[in-house]
């Protein structure tokens, strides 16, 4: 494993219907992110994991996003009740963070290609 | 205001050009700041850091103001394969990561 998998790597879906991306982070990474970026923007942050704890939680994060990250490896995104605004390119970042250090980097995988129909 | 904001151009530049690209940021508490390269339809990747005493890599040349809260990239003989979006992230409070909207630059033979 050289790098941050994702998975599926585009997903079009109804509007109404639930969707769970997942993603794989680089296996020595303590930390996963998950950002979200339309045509035009850059990347906009959605929450992050340090381990298995969720530490923040954008207020772009609706009551219909939820991330999880069990025992500190992979982790998905939910979306449920998909809007057309969800239309977006998702994003999963890992990083290695070390106490007061200040290099930390941000690694991404290919990322999901959501269309909501 | 946003947190971090670029020049969205398109910057189109002929070959051999020298361009260079502005971000400035809002939190004078900033840790550590990079520049991205996204190409179309793909993820972004890590370019460079960016260090207070400035840093280089090869053609490309990363400078950071932090009294006036801006970074700068500086690519020099611009190749082909430099057309891309470049994208200014600031690492705000050592845990969040933001991103510009990115700067558009096309290379022309």
């Known amino acids: 494993d050289t790098g941050v998998s994702q998975n599926p790597r585009h997903k079009i879906t109804k509007r109404g219907q639930n969707v769970t991306f997942r993603c794989d982070p680089i296996s020595e990474h303590n930390r996963l992110y998950w950002y979200r970026q339309t045509l035009g923007q850059g990347p906009e942050f959605l929450t992050y994991?340090?381990?298995?704890?969720?530490?923040?939680k954008s207020r772009l994060l609706s009551d219909r996003f939820s991330a999880e990250r069990p025992k500190g490896s992979f982790s998905t995104l939910e979306i449920q009740r998909t809007e057309q605004g969800d239309s977006a390119m998702y994003l999963c970042?890992?990083?290695?963070?070390?106490?007061?250090?200040?290099?930390?980097?941000?690694?991404f995988g290919s990322g999901t290609q959501l269309s909501v129909l | 205001r946003k947190e971090v904001e670029q020049d969205p151009g398109p910057f189109n530049v002929p070959e051999g050009a020298t361009v260079a690209f502005n971000c400035t940021y809002s939190?004078?508490?900033?840790?550590?700041f990079f520049w991205y390269r996204q190409d179309c339809r793909k993820e972004p990747k890590l370019l460079m850091s960016?260090?207070?005493s400035g840093n280089e890599d090869g053609r490309f040349t990363a400078q950071l103001n932090r009294a006036s809260q801006y970074i700068s990239l500086l690519i020099r003989d611009s190749k082909l394969s430099d057309s891309a979006t470049y994208l200014c992230v600031v690492n705000m409070n050592g845990n969040q990561f933001y991103f510009g909207t990115g700067t558009s630059l096309t290379v022309i033979p």
């Open positions: 939190n004078s508490a900033s840790q550590s």
């Open positions: 994991f340090q381990n298995e704890a969720q530490l923040e």
């Open positions: 970042a890992s990083s290695l963070a070390l106490y007061g250090a200040r290099d930390e980097k941000l690694f």
């Open positions: 960016v260090y207070s």
